[in-house]
């Protein structure tokens, strides 16, 4: 699904589900630039520090927050970040609790499995489509 707009002029871009559980994906667009990510940090073309990964996380959180709310179960959502258009990807993190891939990678999250049941994976996609679920999220 994509866009979900959040209550605050914030949106999640997409919001993956499936068996593998929820990935809450921000997309970031720097068309023919080097991107370096770090635990905390992002740099495109050694500029300076963005906070892409901890924004990634804290969306994460508001999306399972919803979602556990509506769906009345504990619901995984992992934040990944894609980086389109770029030159070079280079990921140093040795911590980092988000999933970073280019637009062509996020393909690897397809063939995950064994976090949600059918049954689970029905019911959270339809809370999460409805857009009166992210009103005040």
Known sequence: MHP??????????????????????????HHKKAVWVGDDSVKVNHGKPAPYARKSRAEAKRVARVLEHYCGFP?????????????????????????????REVAALAPLSGVLTVEQVEQVYGVARHRQAWSQA
């Open 75 to 103: 619901v995984p959502v992992e934040p990944v970040l894609v980086f389109v258009g770029v030159t070079d990807l280079k990921v140093v993190a040795t911590q980092l609790s988000v999933r970073v891939y280019r637009e």
């Open 4 to 29: 979900i707009p959040l209550a605050d002029k914030v949106d999640v871009d997409h919001l993956l589900v499936g068996p593998g559980g929820v990935f809450s994906i921000n997309t970031k667009h």
